[in-house]
Structure formats: C-alpha cells, structure tokens
T-cell receptor, first 113, second 117 residues
Framework: DQQVKQNSPSLSVQEGRISILNCDYT??????FLWYKKYPAEGPTFLIS?????DKNEDGRFTVFLNKSAKHLSLHIVPSQPGDSAVYFC????????????FGAGTTVTVRA | NAGVTQTPKFQVLKTGQSMTLQCAQD?????MSWYRQDPGMGLRLIHY???????DQGEVPNGYNVSRSTTEDFPLRLLSAAPSQTSVYFC????????????????FGAGSRLTVL
C-alpha cells in the first residue's frame, strides 16, 4: 500500500500563473519530505525539501508547505514557466530509516504559453 | 564529472533470460540504491547499499540481486527475467551524511528501460 499519494496525475497551467501540486501521506512517522522533478528520458532531480519541524520552506519560485495534522504537503510554483513542464514526485522518509525513501506516483505538469 | 551512469539505456529480454544493469558513480557517495518506476506506482526501492560490502532489501527485492564490491559500482542482476520486471530502472546515490540527517537527496542516473517479452 502506497504511503505517499499524489492523487492528481496531471496539471495544466498557463505560463505566469501559480502551479499547486498536492501530496498526502499515511505514515505519521515520516519526518522529512522532498520533491523531485523529472524530465523525459532523464533521472529525477532534487527540487526542494522540508523537515517536519517546519511548515514552510521557500527556494526562489518554489515553496513547499507542510500540514502535519492533515498529513498533507503541497508544492507551489510561482510564476510557472515553460521549463517547469515535467513530472513532479513527492517523497518522504522516517528518521533513522532515511535510506528508504517512499515516493508518490507523480504529477505531470504542463505549462501552456 | 559524470555523476551517476547507467548502462544499458534500453534492453529487451526474453522470459527466463538473465542480465545485469550497471550503475557507476564518481562522486564518492557511500549510499547507492536501485528503484523501479512503473505507471501509477511512482518509484519503488528494490535494493540499497550503505557502503562497500553492505547491501539490504528495499520494498520490492524479489527477482533481483545486488552486490557492492567497490564504492563506485552497484550492479543490479536479474537472474531469470519475467514480464512483471518490465519497467524503467533508476540507480541513485547520496553522501552518507545527507542520508543520516534525513535529507536523503539522491542523485539519479538517466534510467534503463527494460522490456521482458
């Protein structure tokens, strides 16, 4: 059973607007969350992360929000650019078991010009 | 600096054949792992290694073997391929200190697409 779920397989957004990607998890032991971005025919690349002791982490156009009580996190991309068109994976780990990342199924983002 | 290199990029096998997917990294990372990506399933951990001579099972280890004789290399072996092993395989690595802090920021290879007929 998947412990990390990305329920929206795809998202289409106009260039310049905000992209919001959602991720839910079931394991309350998760304490570190990461987002990876993947282009076709390439491996995923690290985008941004957040520890469970925080509720927000920002890096340029990318912000991740964590709501531990709801077991929910989201990734905001503002403003969206054509180069952001990719698959985005949410991942989580448990302290002390950090070797095992659990990934969601991914959300394909398409940024329209 | 090549990062994580996977070979081959594409492979077609017949059921029952064996093969090895190669993975090499030149970043002196202690931690290496193999994931498979299937539609609707995300990436699932097959096997991982925290250093030379040490390997352990991930979420979906059945049908796969690994070994880690050097820091640089982490091959994945399919002893008797099955159609259920048709997938895209990714090798990844990270420095040990990144893993133990919880920030397991993996560097991935470009992937190996395997089809088992």
């Amino acid at each position: 059973d998947q412990q990390v779920k990305q329920n929206s397989p795809s998202l289409s957004v106009q260039e310049g607007r905000i992209s919001i990607l959602n991720c839910d998890y079931t394991n309350s032991m998760f304490d570190y969350f990461l987002w990876y971005k993947k282009y076709p025919a390439e491996g995923p690349t690290f985008l941004i992360s957040i520890s469970s002791i925080k509720d927000k982490n920002e890096d340029g156009r990318f912000t991740v929000f964590l709501n531990k009580s709801a077991k929910h996190l989201s990734l905001h991309i503002v403003p969206s650019q054509p180069g952001d068109s990719a698959v985005y994976f949410c991942a989580a780990s448990v302290y002390g078991n950090d070797y095992k990342l659990s990934f969601g199924a991914g959300t394909t983002v398409t940024v329209r010009a | 600096n090549a990062g994580v290199t996977q070979t081959p990029k594409f492979q077609v096998l017949k059921t029952g054949q064996s093969m090895t997917l190669q993975c090499a990294q030149d970043m002196n990372h202690e931690y290496m792992s193999w994931y498979r990506q299937d539609p609707g399933m995300g990436l699932r951990l097959i096997h991982y290694s925290v250093g030379a001579g040490i390997t352990d099972q991930g979420e979906v280890p059945n049908g796969y073997n690994v070994s880690r004789s050097t820091t640089e290399d982490f091959p994945l072996r399919l002893l008797s391929a099955a159609p259920s092993q048709t997938s895209v395989y990714f090798c990844a690595s990270s420095p040990h200190e990144g893993v133990i802090s919880g920030a397991n920021v993996l560097t991935f290879g470009a992937g190996s697409r395997l089809t088992v007929l």
